[in-house]
T-cell receptor, first 116, second 114 residues
Framework: KAGVTQTPRYLIKTRGQQVTLSCSPI?????VSWYQQTPGQGLQFLFE???????NKGNFPGRFSGRQFSNSRSEMNVSTLELGDSALYLC???????????????FGEGSRLTVL | AQSVTQPDIHITVSEGASLELRCNYS??????LFWYVQSPGQGLQLLLK??????LVQGIKGFEAEFKRSQSSFNLRKPSVHWSDAAEYFC????????????FGQGTELSVKP
């Protein structure tokens, strides 16, 4: 079974630009979560999508947004990039357990964003 | 508010020695608890999880963890460390109704001496 796939793996942007990151979950997983990882703040939850609906949201500004498609693939977008947005963005999918999402996450390798 | 504390930022152990990584959590109800491992440049891999039942849980790669409600702890252990265990380890807490929203600790970096 293929794992969680994130594209692109690396990208460089300049301040003020926007970026879109893509995530394909494990087949059969309907929940996709996004995390930001930085040396200073660690792993922080951005948002979670389930069946094309945002189910949970972290404490990030509105510049960070996401969506999920009918095939469970997800994208996240960051607009008006700031230097502080440089981070590893991790996507994770989660299997349902008896119809309940357990929080057990399967992570992709991440998209490393550098903002100059 | 939920929180996770990993008191040790960096630990060095000799190959073959035992290992214990500490994790303390703060959560109002019975939490779902996880340990993840991250190798450099990689995503996170689930080592083990606790939802309910037996408080000693076994995971992959020979790791185990014990849930102690009275101490709000979920420490990770391994009886004999291998050089390939060098990585960063994250403890995380979640709730059944929060889905994929986990609160992670700051991580403990493990170095293994030959």
């Amino acid at each position: 079974k293929a794992g969680v796939t994130q594209t692109p793996r690396y990208l460089i942007k300049t301040r003020g630009q926007q970026v879109t990151l893509s995530c394909s979950p494990i087949s059969g997983h309907r929940s996709v979560s996004w995390y930001q990882q930085t040396p200073g703040q660690g792993l922080q939850f951005l948002f979670e999508y389930f069946s094309e609906t945002q189910r949970n949201k972290g404490n990030f500004p509105g510049r960070f947004s996401g969506r999920q498609f009918s095939n469970s693939r997800s994208e996240m977008n960051v607009s008006t990039l700031e230097l502080g947005d440089s981070a590893l963005y991790l996507c994770a999918s989660s299997p349902p357990l008896g119809g309940v999402n357990t929080g057990e996450l399967f992570f992709g390798e991440g998209s490393r964003l550098t903002v100059l | 508010a939920q929180s996770v504390t990993q008191p040790d930022i960096h630990i060095t152990v000799s190959e073959g020695a035992s290992l214990e990584l500490r994790c303390n959590y703060s959560y109002g109800a019975t939490p779902y608890l996880f340990w993840y491992v991250q190798s450099p440049g990689q995503g996170l891999q689930l080592l083990l999880k606790y939802f309910s039942g037996d408080t000693l849980v076994q995971g992959i790669k020979g790791f185990e963890a014990e849930f102690k409600r009275s101490q709000s702890s979920f420490n990770l252990r391994k009886p004999s460390v291998h050089w390939s265990d060098a990585a960063e380890y994250f403890c995380a807490v979640g709730a059944g109704n929060q889905g994929g929203k986990l609160i992670f600790g700051q991580g403990t970096e493990l170095s293994v001496k030959p």
